[in-house]
């Protein structure tokens, strides 16, 4: 695998890089040369094509975690011994080698020419050039007084894991990270929705499809705001969940669902902060993001009445931002339309309700929950069970799943009409619909 060759292929690319620029007699006679380094790199990156000054940042700030004291093999080589302030680099609190600064950098790229570190200082280490915008990289702020170049150039430590294995992990569910990865084995023939709701889905997965075309091929990136926002409303059980799993499924998307008894806090100023961890993680990963129960946080705001009701506006008013500037799939579930904030019902591009399935629709449901080595008794009658019994999806699998253990420890796999009314009875009782 090319990205196990990146840590062998990083000190030939930097001595070459240095003899070349800077007449180094240290020019390196190993093999793989630098030309191998960018063969290897170049495809974690296959929608940019990478240049010089692309190399070089993502190798210093790369070199570190590799080879903690090649810089310093390197710029002792290359420019003597002794203290060259021109190169930048400083010194971590337990990392003892060299780590390199924006300074580094634009002084390997331009050395002393003043137009050309000009140009550099505001293309390639300006905050919207890529390598920055798609948090590939990050300058960290100088200390206070210092000039800017003097902070850290740094790798996002996902990058540092891609690049040196080939793979990232998925983000530990926890208060650093409020939401867990949803997965599903149903596929959209499992999924009983009413027509118009299943049209309206269709065209959510118009926009995952050719969204992106959409906005760069046919220039409506320039008026209207990126990314997709949808409201699922509806009540429970009624396939908001698992739509947002088959969407994320059907088109190769990790879909999170967003755990906002994590997210909200009592402390001021903590549930933006969980909010904003949340969403920097999930930026430019084309992750779709479930926020269940939706109301908890985005519900309508109040009248100023004390300090509370201004933090909580100010909350939804930050939430609000962050929602529209997302450039993925964000999907809001509620049981009621009506406790939504009108400010985000306006920034939908689809509000889809998920009704109470109707008989025709049920009775699906009950054929589709059967399991395949299940028999129905000559009495059971799902038809009629459909007409009689007002139960949604998850009510309907629930009773199924209820009927089958007990069929199960009855040594038997046939299913007679009183052990579905029996289940039936038992999901009522529980969702207090009867007495």
């Known amino acids: 695998m090319r990205h196990r060759l990146l840590p062998h292929l990083i000190a030939p690319y930097l001595t070459d890089y240095l003899h070349s620029h800077f007449g180094s007699a240290a020019k390196s006679d190993s093999k793989p040369i630098a030309s191998d380094f960018k063969v290897a790199l170049a495809p974690f990156f296959?929608?940019?094509?990478?240049?010089?000054?692309?190399?070089?940042?993502?190798?210093?700030?790369?070199?570190?975690?590799?080879?903690?004291?090649?810089?310093?093999?390197?710029?002792?080589?290359?420019?003597?011994?002794?203290?060259?302030?021109q190169l930048g680099g400083v010194r971590g609190k337990?990392?003892?080698?060299?780590?390199?600064?924006?300074?580094?950098?634009?002084?390997?790229?331009?050395?002393?020419?003043?137009?050309?570190?000009?140009?550099?200082?505001?293309?390639?280490?300006?905050?919207s050039y890529w390598?920055?915008?798609e948090q590939v990289l990050q300058l960290e702020p100088p200390l206070p007084g210092e000039p800017r170049l003097s902070g850290r150039l740094l790798m996002h430590p996902e990058y540092v894991e891609l690049l040196t294995t080939g793979q990232v992990s998925p983000p530990r569910f926890g208060m650093e990270f409020p939401a867990q990865r949803l997965s599903t084995r149903q596929e959209w023939d499992d999924l009983v929705l009413h027509p118009y709701t299943r049209q309206q889905v269709q065209n959510i997965l118009h926009w995952l499809e050719y969204g992106s075309r959409?906005?760069?091929?046919?220039?409506?990136?320039?008026?209207?705001?990126?990314?997709?926002?949808?409201?699922?409303?509806?009540?429970?059980?009624?396939?908001?969940?698992l739509t947002a799993n088959l969407l994320g499924k059907s088109t190769g998307r990790d879909v999170y669902r967003v755990d906002?008894?994590?997210?909200?806090?009592?402390?001021?100023?903590?549930?933006?902060?969980?909010?904003?961890?949340?969403?920097?993680?999930a930026e430019h990963k084309d992750w779709i993001l479930f926020f269940d129960e939706a109301d908890a946080l985005f519900g309508k705001r109040t009248g100023v009445r004390d300090a509370h009701d201004r933090y909580a506006n100010q909350e939804i008013s930050f939430l609000l931002q962050r929602v529209e500037t997302y450039n993925g799939l964000v999907i809001l579930a509620s049981n009621f339309m009506d406790n939504i904030d009108e400010a985000f019902l306006r920034r939908f591009q689809a509000i889809i309700h998920f009704p109470q399935p109707r008989?025709?629709?049920?009775?699906?449901?009950?054929?589709?929950?059967?399991?395949?080595?299940?028999?129905?008794?000559?009495?059971?009658?799902?038809?009629?069970?459909s007409e009689q019994y007002d139960l949604s999806g998850a009510d309907i699998m629930n009773v199924m799943h209820f009927c089958c253990l007990?069929?199960?420890?009855?040594?038997?796999?046939?299913?007679?009409q009183e052990d579905l009314i029996t289940g039936i009875q038992r999901e009522l009782q529980k969702l207090r619909k009867v007495k």
């Open 214 to 241: 959409l906005l760069s091929e046919w220039g409506l990136e320039r008026k209207v705001a990126p990314g997709y926002r949808v409201l699922f409303y509806g009540p429970p059980g009624t396939g908001k969940t």
């Open 406 to 416: 007990q069929a199960m420890s009855q040594n038997t796999r046939t299913l007679s």
């Open 131 to 133: 390598l920055f915008q």
């Open 260 to 281: 906002l008894s994590l997210v909200v806090s009592k402390y001021i100023g903590e549930t933006e902060k969980n909010l904003s961890t949340l969403f920097d993680k």
């Open 46 to 85: 296959p929608t940019h094509r990478l240049s010089e000054p692309d190399w070089l940042l993502l190798s210093l700030s790369l070199v570190p975690h590799l080879d903690p004291a090649l810089l310093d093999r390197l710029f002792a080589n290359t420019f003597g011994e002794g203290d060259f302030p």
């Open 359 to 385: 008989p025709n629709e049920r009775l699906l449901l009950w054929q589709k929950a059967l399991p395949p080595v299940v028999e129905m008794a000559p009495d059971a009658d799902l038809k009629a069970l």
């Open 94 to 127: 337990q990392h003892r080698g060299i780590l390199p600064t924006a300074e580094t950098a634009l002084y390997l790229l331009a050395g002393e020419d003043a137009k050309a570190r000009m140009h550099l200082h505001q293309t390639c280490l300006a905050p």
